[in-house]
Each structure stands twice: as structure tokens, then as C-alpha cells.
């Protein structure tokens, strides 16, 4: 099966030391406005998961959601959860490590667009 959303070395390494620092976490792709575009990590508590949120996969054993209507614009997409230096200017967990989780995409190929459409219809509903 091909995953919707996956994780560099660096992304991992960092979800790690979040883990290590908070427990449980979560990320949500953000669709802007004041928290920018930004995969945001964030703990459980610090936000509500809803009914227009897609879970898109887990990266590092760490749940990735994304919102219903950004999901609209990024479904050809694999997401790819990166780390980029300095501080990514918004409220996820990471914030002051120097480091910031900053998203990648590529589109999928039409083979792998075979086997994930079916998916996405049954998200969109």
C-alpha cells in the first residue's frame, strides 16, 4: 500500500526527541491563515480532532492529520514530513529547537494514484 504521508530521517529523529520530551503527540497539516501552511506538532490536548479532519497515515508512530478542505488541494500528493533549521514562526512543539518540520509533496504516479483514489473517495465522501 502505498502511504500518504511519510517521514525523512530528520523528521523522525526530531519526532523522537518530541516524544521524549512531551509523550504523545500529534501533527495536523495546517491550511494557513495564522498558523501558516506547516505540518504543526502538536500535543493531544492543545487540539481537537473533528469530523472535517483526515488522518492521512502516522509518521514515527505519530498520528498526521490533515484538515477535509486543505486535504481537497493536496490528495495527488504524497506529503513528506522534513525538518528544516530555524524556528518555522508558528505554535508547534518543535518551536525552540532551532528546527522546524516543514512539509514536501510529490505527486503520486498514476499507479500509485490507482491504488489510492478509492481512499480518497471514501475521505471526501
Not at 518543535?94 to 481512499?119: C, M, Q, V, Y
Request: hydrophobic content about 40%; charged content about 20%; aromatic content about 10%.
Amino acid at each position: 500500500m502505498v502511504e500518504r504521508v511519510i517521514a525523512t530521517d530528520s523528521a523522525l529523529a526530531l519526532i523522537a526527541e518530541m516524544r521524549a520530551l512531551h509523550g504523545e503527540i500529534l501533527f495536523h497539516q495546517s491550511g494557513g491563515c495564522c498558523d501558516n501552511s506547516a505540518a504543526n506538532c502538536y500535543l493531544p490536548t492543545d487540539l481537537t480532532i473533528g469530523p472535517y479532519d483526515i488522518k492521512l497515515g502516522d509518521v514515527g508512530g505519530v498520528p498526521f492529520y490533515i484538515g477535509k478542505l486543505q486535504y481537497e488541494y493536496w490528495k495527488h500528493t504524497q506529503l513528506i514530513l522534513d525538518v528544516i533549521e530555524g524556528s518555522g514562526g508558528t505554535f508547534s512543539l518543535e518551536g525552540n529547537t532551532g528546527k522546524a518540520f516543514h512539509t514536501r509533496s510529490r505527486l503520486f504516479t498514476d499507479a500509485e494514484w490507482a491504488e489510492i483514489e478509492p481512499l480518497v473517495r471514501r475521505d471526501l465522501g
